[in-house]
C-alpha cells in the first residue's frame, strides 16, 4: 500500500516490513501461552495492566519512528500518507486509520 502511496519514491528499505510482521507474529505466538493463565481478577490491576500496555507499544511506535528505520505496516501507511502530503498530519492521521482498522476487523471478526 506504502509502494503505491509514495511510487517510486518509496525506500527499498521499507519492503522489509514483512520481516516485521513475521517477527511480531512470533513474538505473540512465544508470548500468548504464557501469559495466557495470567488473571487479573480486580479491575484496577486489569487497568494498571492494560495502561502499561498502552504506554509499552507507544514508546516502542515513537522509538521506531524516530530511528527512521523500518517500520510496521500500521505506521509506515500513514508514514506514507503523511510525506505524500504533508509530513506534519502524521498524528492527525495516525488515530482516524487506526480507528478505521478495528472498525474493518471487528467487522470481519463479527460472527455471521
Same mark, same amino acid.
Given at each position: 500500500?506504502?509502494? !503505491? %502511496? #509514495? ?6 528499505? +521499507?519492503? @522489509? ?12 505466538? @512465544?508470548?500468548?501461552?504464557?501469559? +495466557? ?8 490491576? +486489569? #487497568?494498571? /495492566? !492494560?495502561?502499561?500496555?498502552?504506554? %509499552?507499544? !507507544?514508546?516502542?511506535?515513537?522509538? +521506531? ?7 510496521? *505496516? ?5 508514514? /506514507?500518507? /503523511? ?6 498530519? @502524521?498524528?492527525?492521521?495516525? !488515530? ?6 478495528? %472498525? ?6 463479527? *460472527?455471521?
Amino acid at each position: 500500500m506504502e509502494g !503505491v %502511496t #509514495l511510487g517510486k519514491s518509496f525506500p527499498l528499505l +521499507q519492503y @522489509f516490513q514483512i520481516n516485521v510482521l513475521f517477527v511480531l507474529r512470533v513474538s505473540v505466538d @512465544f508470548w500468548r501461552p504464557k501469559i +495466557q493463565n495470567f488473571e487479573l481478577k480486580h479491575f484496577l490491576w +486489569q #487497568l494498571i /495492566a !492494560v495502561v502499561i500496555g498502552c504506554f %509499552t507499544i !507507544v514508546l516502542i511506535i515513537m522509538i +521506531q519512528l524516530k530511528a527512521d528505520f523500518v517500520n510496521n *505496516p500500521g505506521e509506515g501507511i500513514v508514514k /506514507a500518507i /503523511a510525506l505524500r502530503c504533508n509530513p506534519e498530519l @502524521f498524528s492527525k492521521i495516525k !488515530v482516524p486509520l487506526d480507528l478505521s482498522f478495528v %472498525t474493518i476487523a471487528v467487522i470481519l471478526s463479527w *460472527p455471521i
